[in-house]
């Protein structure tokens, strides 16, 4: 009699080799196993015709039939044309400040943390000599 497990037996196996692997389920769905026996399911699939690669999540913290259900989702959104990161960009926290988020506001707030490590004039020549490069 087989094991209750045994269709993830060949995952959990699954040892690092000199160079990242791919083992296959189905439905484009297979584990990539890196050097470093780092494990995560990976879900290939091709979008107007850009190949993309959509990361499902870690082995074992999910499990093979939880990879499944998430592809099995994920072609029925390229089904019908749609991206299947489009339901988790919004949810992503966002890393720029505020809508203007460019390098401008960035290096405003580098600016304001570093004006005493870095013993800027009073007059604050090498203030607009950054602000020229914005």
């Given at each position: ?5 045994a ?14 692997y791919k ?11 890196t ?25 074992p ?16 959104l ?14 992503r926290?966002?890393?720029l ?13 580098w ?7 870095l013993?800027?004039?009073p ?11 914005w």
């Amino acid at each position: 009699m087989a094991k209750k497990n045994a269709p993830d037996l060949r995952f959990r196996k699954a040892k690092a080799k000199d160079k990242p692997y791919k083992i296959a389920d189905r439905d484009g769905l297979y584990l990539f196993v890196t050097p470093h026996e780092a494990k995560s399911w990976r879900f290939d699939y091709r979008l107007a015709s850009v190949r993309r690669t959509l990361t499902i999540g870690r082995f074992p913290e999910v499990g093979l039939t939880a990879a499944r259900d998430a592809v099995s989702a994920a072609r029925a959104l390229v089904a019908q044309g749609i991206s299947p990161f489009g339901p988790r960009i919004g949810t992503r926290p966002r890393l720029l400040p505020g809508p203007r988020a460019g390098a401008e506001t960035l290096g405003d707030g580098w600016m304001a943390t570093s004006t005493r490590r870095l013993a800027i004039s009073p007059s604050g020549t090498s203030q607009r000599a950054i602000s020229r490069i914005w």
